[in-house]
């Protein structure tokens, strides 16, 4: 999911991940930083035992030849456990933002995994693709 913002929606942005994790009782960590003359994150993690970890990350460094991609932050649900039903909860995160933020909300599912594979969101890292030959 990807939201345009800057960074006074940073606690806006944090704001809404937090309550969603701790509305469900999922732990919840805010690991934002502000390091002078260095960088200043957005960093906001919510998981579960249960096989869930939710990660909104946006970084910018003093050196502005390291900022990529503008204005974009990126939320994204990850699963670490095959059984994991994560549909429900992203649908409910979506609704979330949709309901929380002021601006256009761009959602990118998955490709449908088979029901008879049983395994967990794929992770979409390039190079596991490329080295799976």
């Keep these: 999911m990807t939201v345009e913002g800057g960074e006074t929606d940073w606690p806006a942005l944090a704001r809404i991940v937090s309550e969603f994790g701790r509305k469900r009782e999922l732990k919840v960590f805010d690991t934002s930083a502000n390091i002078p003359n260095y960088i200043r994150t957005l960093e906001v993690s919510v998981c579960s035992s249960d096989g869930l970890f939710l990660m909104i990350d946006k970084r910018t460094y003093s050196d502005q030849s390291m900022n990529r991609d503008g204005n974009r932050i990126r939320a994204v649900l990850r699963t670490y456990k095959n059984a994991f039903?994560?549909?429900?909860?992203?649908?409910?995160?979506?609704?979330?933002?949709?309901?929380?933020?002021?601006?256009?909300?761009?959602?990118?599912?998955?490709?449908?995994?088979?029901?008879?594979?049983?395994?967990?969101?794929?992770?979409?890292?390039?190079s596991c693709v490329e080295n799976a030959n």
């Excluded at 979330?96 to 029901?115: A, H, L, M, Y």
Aim: no cysteine.
């Design 85 to 126: 039903d994560w549909k429900p909860l992203a649908e409910e995160l979506v609704e979330t933002f949709q309901k929380n933020w002021r601006g256009p909300v761009k959602v990118e599912w998955p490709e449908p995994i088979p029901d008879n594979e049983k395994k967990g969101l794929p992770d979409g890292i390039e």
